[in-house]
């Protein structure tokens, strides 16, 4: 843990956008990790914002919501058209958004508009724990 700090510390104040693949939903371990992984970021000062793929996890996509409202964190899921002024307000109140069965051009358009430093770091599948250690690794 030790030797992670300052990568930690560099990322500290950044908005992080979570492309997530509906895959990565599908199980529930793997749903489990990525709320575990998204905890810790925001435990440190990261700020990241979820976009999860459409597709027919919605009851997964919807756990994942609770799962990050059940660690201590806020969360908000949010369907329909990408709103990225909106976005940002939930971002600065240290509220995670979700966005729920967004398209890929989604996960851009956050990162274009959203205030920097911002970080794109995809999750796929089979990859436990794969959002923190590609940040810090």
Known sequence: ????????ARLHG????VPVAAAVLAEEAARRALAE???VLRLVGVRPVVVTDPGRAADSRIDLVRLLGGSGGGA????GAVNVTGVQSLVDAA??????????SAAR?????????????RV??????????????
Not at 2 to 8: D, G, K
Not at 14 to 17: I, L
Not at 112 to 121: S, W
Not at 128 to 136: C, D, E
């Open 14 to 17: 950044s908005t992080v956008v």
């Open 37 to 39: 992984d998204l905890t």
């Open 95 to 104: 509220v995670v958004p979700v966005l729920l069965g967004a398209e890929r």
């Open 124 to 137: 796929a599948a089979g990859e436990p724990h794969a959002l923190l250690t590609g940040l810090l690794g």
């Open 76 to 79: 908000v899921g949010l369907t």
């Open 109 to 121: 358009a956050l990162a274009a508009g959203l205030r920097p430093p911002v970080r794109v770091r």
């Open 1 to 8: 843990m030790i030797e992670t700090l300052p990568a930690l």
